[in-house]
């Protein structure tokens, strides 16, 4: 047990932001407890595959001696997967707070010209509805433990997963610490954060303006003409074009049509203003 212990520990230590990531993904897991975990499913999941390999690898007649290289090469990419879950979980929060950020600023900027003190303001946001009410509400529960406001923005800046609402957060805390109005630097961050998000939609636009040039090209015209031409230069040469090579045409499309699909889920933005 206590060799364990400590391979788990001198892996965890190779990851030395993983603490860091955790509790900005909110993983309520110790960096070691989580490296366990993760070995332990790596484990679990590698023995899944030997097993499938051993039956494949009996049917198809292939020697047994691959299998231990195959499920070696399965556990680190297992391994390597789960250990990343963190950053993935960040990049969900940062997405759906993105797309948030700013109705948050200019809540507690209206509670704020309103006359609302900004520990109210923090206190009615995270009872209210919408993804930044979680996060608020983080706020006000390491108040609520005894942390001073100052010390509660800072642990939020560290740990937000998106830039923007870490922005928002160190531009209110600054003008705490300095004792300035805080909705001078808040209301000139959202104006920042406003033109940023005018800029990536544009950039949007003239991105998915070319990749759709691209779909309709791979994707509709050269299929299409490329079919029409096959069936006709086959017929006038008298080429043996059976149905199989349709079968793996249409495949082919299936795969290209899931690609291009994937390149428009990933270039989408997370903005709304």
């Known amino acids: 047990m206590i060799a364990i212990a400590d391979i788990v520990r001198q892996i965890a230590q190779r990851f030395p932001k993983l603490k860091e990531e955790l509790r900005t993904a909110h993983i309520k897991l110790r960096p070691d407890i989580f490296v366990k975990k993760t070995v332990q499913l790596s484990f679990m999941f590698s023995i899944g ?13 292939i020697s047994m001696l691959l299998i231990f290289p195959v499920t070696l090469v399965s556990a680190l990419g297992l391994f390597m997967l789960f250990i990343n879950a963190p950053k993935q979980r960040i990049a969900k929060r940062r997405r759906e707070l993105d797309r948030e950020v700013l109705f948050a600023g200019r809540f507690l900027l209206v509670k704020i010209h309103a006359g609302r003190p900004l520990l109210n303001a923090l206190m009615e946001g995270a009872s209210s509805f919408g993804v930044a009410s979680k996060y608020f509400k983080e706020i006000v529960d390491d108040i609520n433990m005894g942390t001073p406001i100052e010390k509660a923005l800072d642990n939020a800046v560290k740990y937000s997963p998106s830039p923007k609402f870490r922005r928002i957060l160190f531009q209110i805390n600054s003008a705490i610490k300095v004792g300035i109005d805080i909705s001078i630097p808040l209301e000139s961050v959202l104006e920042e954060i406003t033109h940023e998000q005018m800029t990536e939609i544009q950039r949007y636009g003239k991105k998915l303006n070319s990749l759709a040039l691209f779909y309709m090209l791979l994707a509709i015209v050269m299929p299409s003409l490329g ?13 043996p074009i059976g149905r199989n090579v349709f079968f793996i045409i249409i495949l082919f499309l299936m795969v290209l049509q899931f690609i291009f699909i994937t390149l428009f889920k990933a ?3 997370s903005v709304n203003i």
Do not use: C, P, Y
């Open 267 to 269: 270039i989408r933005l």
């Open 227 to 239: 079919m029409a031409m096959l069936v006709v230069i086959g017929g006038l040469l008298g080429l």
């Open 49 to 61: 595959v030997a097993v499938l390999l051993f039956f494949i690898f009996s049917i198809a007649n």
